[in-house]
Antibody
Framework: EVQLLESGGGLVQPGGSLRLSCVASGFTFSSYAMSWVRQTPEKGLEWVSAVSGSGGTTYYADSVKGRFTVSRDNSENTLYLQMNSLRVEDLALYYC??????????????WGQGTLVTVSS | AIRLTQSPSSSASTGDRVTITCRAS??????LAWYQQKPGKAPKLLISAASTLQDGVPSRFSGSGSGTDFTLTISCLQSEDFATYYC?????????FGQGTKVEIK
């Protein structure tokens, strides 16, 4: 059974940093691209970033480019999202999601339960 | 970025046929997925490539369309189908979601 477990969320001040983790199990992690998607009641679902199965190719939404960095450790079956220069508008529930194949194609077949990031002074 | 506009939320009864629409701001071929989300849960992929049903998804769900106009149909609404539905385009690498359509109990 595919399982994705996010962690690392919490309260941070504007301008601060946070690193999210997503531990995967139940599949060959390195064979699948992974994404981060966030959700707020106001803006709904927003794709944030994606990384290929090897980690060699990354993609970012314009709203986080230059501030967030996605990476993965295939030996530890773990996906990361380093978030710097956090803004109030980054407040959201962050999900990690598994894509269909090695390349980031956008078909998000499996999702974790999310970790909450709160940005407030 | 490509904008997706979904039909407004609606009320329906068990057994009804429900249609949800999603319109893209530019052509996206068939690079469209549909997700179902229930309160407190993560989204669940129902349909990819506009019309391909995911394994385990009941056949009462179907998708159609290409280009800019897409439809998700639930042929005979069941109690477990009351949820919010999102479309998502993956035509380019700035993937975007629609604002969601909530299907509520009438």
């Amino acid at each position: 059974e595919v399982q994705l477990l996010e962690s690392g969320g919490g309260l941070v001040q504007p301008g601060g940093s946070l690193r999210l983790s997503c531990v995967a199990s139940g599949f060959t992690f390195s064979s699948y691209a992974m994404s981060w998607v966030r959700q707020t009641p106001e803006k709904g679902l927003e794709w944030v970033s994606a990384v290929s199965g090897s980690g060699g190719t990354t993609y970012y939404a314009d709203s986080v480019k230059g501030r967030f960095t996605v990476s993965r450790d295939n030996s530890e079956n773990t996906l990361y999202l380093q978030m710097n220069s956090l803004r109030v508008e980054d407040l959201a529930l962050y999900y990690c999601a598994r894509d269909r194949g090695h390349s980031a194609a956008g078909t998000l077949e499996h999702w974790g339960q999310g970790t909450l990031v709160t940005v407030s002074s | 970025a490509i904008r997706l506009t979904q039909s407004p939320s609606s009320s329906a009864s068990t057994g009804d046929r429900v249609t949800i629409t999603c319109r893209a701001s530019q052509g996206i071929s068939s690079y469209l997925a549909w997700y179902q989300q229930k309160p407190g849960k993560a989204p669940k992929l129902l349909i990819s490539a506009a019309s391909t049903l995911q394994d385990g998804v009941p056949s009462r769900f179907s998708g159609s369309g290409s280009g800019t106009d897409f439809t998700l149909t639930i042929s005979c609404l069941q109690s477990e189908d009351f949820a919010t539905y999102y479309c998502q385009q993956y035509y380019d690498y700035l993937w975007t979601f629609g604002q969601g359509t909530k299907v509520e109990i009438k």
